[in-house]
């Protein structure tokens, strides 16, 4: 069993940055793809990015590539999704899942996932 917990999110300007963190406990986290979802209010959840955990390869969401990163520091067990140049619409809460076997970008196959982390964007 993995536990997920969210945090960094919080209220920022048009153009700003946050910094979301991804902290797993339970099994170890090594072996596992993470991958970030967020879903506005009346909205569907959707693809962020993942990471395999064992090649470090990633992956975005073409609505934010080039505004974010996503990287992980295995020996502290987190996950970390950047993000700059944020617009109002990003608001949305923000889900890191995991998964032994899928880092894609549908939500379903991911085995574990977090409560979340609301993300707000004024303009």
């Known amino acids: 069993q993995v536990q997920l917990v969210e945090s960094g999110g919080g209220l920022v300007q048009a153009g700003g940055s946050l910094r979301l963190s991804c902290a797993a406990s339970g099994r170890t986290f090594s072996s596992y793809a993470v991958g970030w979802f967020r879903q506005a209010p009346g909205k569907e959840r959707e693809f962020v990015a993942a990471?395999?955990?064992?090649?470090?390869?990633?992956s975005y969401a073409d609505s934010m590539k080039g505004r974010i990163t996503i990287s992980r520091d295995n020996a502290k067990n987190t996950v970390y999704l950047h993000m700059n140049s944020l617009k109002p619409e990003d608001t949305a809460k923000y889900y890191c899942?995991?998964?032994?076997?899928?880092?894609?970008?549908?939500?379903?196959?991911?085995?574990?996932w977090g409560q979340g982390t609301q993300v707000t964007v004024s303009s």
């Open positions: 990471i395999t955990l064992g090649s470090g390869s990633t």
């Open positions: 899942a995991g998964s032994k076997y899928y880092s894609g970008s549908s939500s379903h196959p991911y085995d574990y």
